[in-house]
């Protein structure tokens, strides 16, 4: 019995040292520190429907804090009703992500930014326009010279891209269930979720589901029902990347539903399943798969507090 | 000198005697009383784009809590973008209002808050439909049945009417610098806002602008620039109701531009000055306008804070 109690807690060393939890903080590139003006000023950003041509679509349209800062609709829908190609991911924890998008196109937050606001599809809006809109309000002059205050113009896309990209390193979730149990609290997972978590390392999941945001930042192939899309090769033209996604953050996966990069599956026991047939060839018991999933929602960290900003 | 003063107390008299402050909460009807678990759940109401047929649109799309829940646009704009022939009104003190929409065609909040959801231009949803959404979720379920104990089917158009008025009676904004000034505090609006105040109910602004919410609830004939628009004839059918509009509330009449019913005008000073016109046969000399837009600026109140509820 004390032997079967220390190969346990061997074993349970092992599964331990196999994850990381989350810092509070993503890693903050060198050229865009992150303060408390620009973390202030991306936070009105990011809420501005004037950033759109339409004037009511904002990142938080589609990124809404009300659903886990995503929109629980399988693709996003934008400009005029446009349904676009692609599930729209959740903000929060980007940070941690080693790239942006579901094909991986851009290699950090502020790279991301401008994107969506141009997107004939999302914010369908000229980015010049954008500037002038946001430059009539004296209240924008002061945030951006207040955030930039060595810049001479403060009002630029550049600005806009750093600004949103600090707010965003801001929406963490940490001290997750999971977060508490890598770090001692061996009550805060159930019974059921530490046996999920064990089968998430022993079948493979973990290698590419890896690090503290659980993404290797990778890309793997995977196809499915629904629009065809063709992943990473739109960006590299490589044949082996066809069909390739990033692997996405499993960080709030229980919030962020429905799944995978069109948004085609709607429950987490059936995307479980199809990564056991596509990823690992392997297909679950129901005990299993119902162990993972229940892991998979201690996942689930703490929600950042955001109010609402008055904007001018 | 000690005469003019007791003159100008007795002015003053006068003056806080046409005006009443807003009180904290508006009037409750009998059949809809305000519990916080209807409040609770109207918020969720209020924030939920499943109620759209797109599934991105919720009322707090066009009623912005960022934009003094409106949405700083000429005219509303909702499902696949289409623009309405209406300015969106502030829901703020709505519950002071007595009759909703610019041409008054509901009673109350109740009986207002199921028009959007189904309106092509708005939501453009079908009410059934909806609720079968909603009844998807547990926590629907459990917070349609805690608000509405005595109910055999909680989850009814009827109850969603309910619970969102119960929410928007909530969302006003006491104290601001003019209700300060009239409970007593005499420092609370400047010199230059009190001579507005003055010019206000000299000119005759309150003939029309009256009550807490400064408004009297009753149609007037205004007619604009811009789209054509028959207002509360549509309602009646009668003649003298042609181009007749609700007087607006202007509590937080600073924070809700553009004006009027079709948003044409996107300064307070022009909008006075047409109101002179229109409204009073009255030029305004410059100062007198200055004045009385300095006075509306004092109407802006604490505004309410609400934090982003967790949708399921
Ligand atoms: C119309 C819906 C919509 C709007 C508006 C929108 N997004 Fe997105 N967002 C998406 C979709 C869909 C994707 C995935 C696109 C892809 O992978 O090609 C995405 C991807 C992202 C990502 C990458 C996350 C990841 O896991 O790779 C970030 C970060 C992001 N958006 C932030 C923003 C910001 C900031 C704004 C506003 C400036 C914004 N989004 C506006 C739908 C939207
Ligand atoms: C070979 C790499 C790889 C392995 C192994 C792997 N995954 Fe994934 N996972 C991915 C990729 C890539 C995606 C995104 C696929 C897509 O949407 O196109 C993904 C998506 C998911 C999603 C959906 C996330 C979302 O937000 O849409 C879940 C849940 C998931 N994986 C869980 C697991 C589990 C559990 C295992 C083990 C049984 C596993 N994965 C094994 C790479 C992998
Ligand atoms: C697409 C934009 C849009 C959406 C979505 C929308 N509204 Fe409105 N709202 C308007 C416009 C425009 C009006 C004025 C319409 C009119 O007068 O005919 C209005 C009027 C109102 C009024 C009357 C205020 C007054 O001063 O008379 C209330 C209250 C209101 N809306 C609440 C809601 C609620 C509750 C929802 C969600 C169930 C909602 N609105 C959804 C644009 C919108
Ligand atoms: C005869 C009634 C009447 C009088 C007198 C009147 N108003 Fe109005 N007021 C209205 C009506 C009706 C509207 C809405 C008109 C429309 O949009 O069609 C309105 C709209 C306004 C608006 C725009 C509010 C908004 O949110 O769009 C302002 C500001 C305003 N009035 C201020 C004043 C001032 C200042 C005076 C005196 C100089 C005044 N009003 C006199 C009836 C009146
Ligand atoms: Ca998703
Ligand atoms: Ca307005």
Known sequence: ?????????????????????????????????????????????????????????????????????????????????????????????????????????????????????????????????????????DIYIEHFTRAFPEDETPISAENVAYALASFQRTLNTPNSPFDRF?????????????????????????ACHQGPALTDGLFHRFELPGPTDLGRFVVTGEEHDRYAFRTPTLRNVAVTYPYFHNGSIDTLHDAVNLMGEQMLGQEFDDDTLNDIVAFLHALTGEQPVVNIPALP
């Open 1 to 137: 019995l004390l032997a079967g109690a220390a190969a346990a807690d061997d074993d349970m060393d092992y599964y331990m040292s196999v994850f990381e939890p989350l810092p509070a903080l993503p890693p903050i590139p060198a050229d865009n520190s992150l303060t408390a003006a620009k973390v202030e000023l991306g936070k009105m950003l990011f809420f501005e429907p004037r950033l759109s041509a339409s004037g009511v679509i904002s990142c938080a349209t589609c990124h809404n804090p009300a659903l886990g800062w995503a929109d629980r609709l399988p693709r996003g829908t934008g400009h005029e009703g446009q349904i676009g190609l692609r599930n729209t991911p959740t903000v929060l924890n980007s940070g941690f992500l080693p790239n942006q998008f579901w094909d991986g196109r851009e290699p950090d937050l502020e790279g991301q930014a401008l994107g969506p606001i141009q997107a004939p599809d999302e914010m369908a809006m000229d980015l010049e326009e954008a500037l002038e809109r946001i430059a009539e309000f």
């Open 182 to 206: 890598l770090r001692g609290d061996q009550g805060a997972m159930t019974e059921q979720q530490v046996r999920g978590m064990m089968a998430f390392a022993d079948n493979g999941c973990v």
